[in-house]
């Protein structure tokens, strides 16, 4: 499994894309992140861009199990959750504590009329 390569190696990842993924249950994602956020710091931050878009067992319990662990990459500047439909719906929704705890963080990209914005949220 990845999280086992990540404890017993010096891999450094930049970039995750788990977009699409068949994954079985939530637990694979709350596992492979609860390791990656313990990791060292340096290594922890370096992450920049994350990919969780279309997950079949995205929805907004999964995304709250993740969340704790999310918010301790402080290095994450772009993440998508496009395609997950389950997500946002109800009260109790997923995306709000996602917005307050790592989107607040990101880069918005946005294209107007051929320029690129770049600021932070």
């Known amino acids: 499994m990845i999280a086992d390569l990540l404890t017993t190696t010096?891999?450094?990842?930049?970039?995750?894309?788990?977009?699409?993924?068949d994954l079985r249950t939530p637990s694979i994602l709350e596992k492979f992140f609860k390791v990656y956020a313990?990791?060292?710091?340096?290594r922890r931050n370096a992450l920049r861009k994350?990919?969780?878009?279309n997950l079949t067992i995205m929805d907004n319990s999964t995304l709250n199990s993740i969340l704790p662990h999310l918010e301790q990459l402080e290095g994450l500047d772009t993440v998508s959750l496009f395609?997950?439909?389950?997500?946002?719906?109800g009260l109790c929704s997923g995306l709000k504590r996602f917005l307050a705890g790592?989107?607040?963080?990101c880069t918005v990209r946005r294209?107007?009329?051929?320029?690129?914005?770049?600021?932070?949220?």
């Open 10 to 21: 010096s891999l450094t990842l930049r970039k995750l894309s788990l977009s699409h993924l």
């Open 50 to 53: 994350l990919k969780l878009g």
């Open 83 to 89: 395609g997950n439909v389950k997500l946002g719906s």
């Open 111 to 121: 294209v107007r009329h051929g320029h690129q914005e770049r600021s932070r949220s």
């Open 102 to 105: 790592v989107g607040r963080n």
């Open 38 to 42: 313990k990791l060292d710091i340096t």
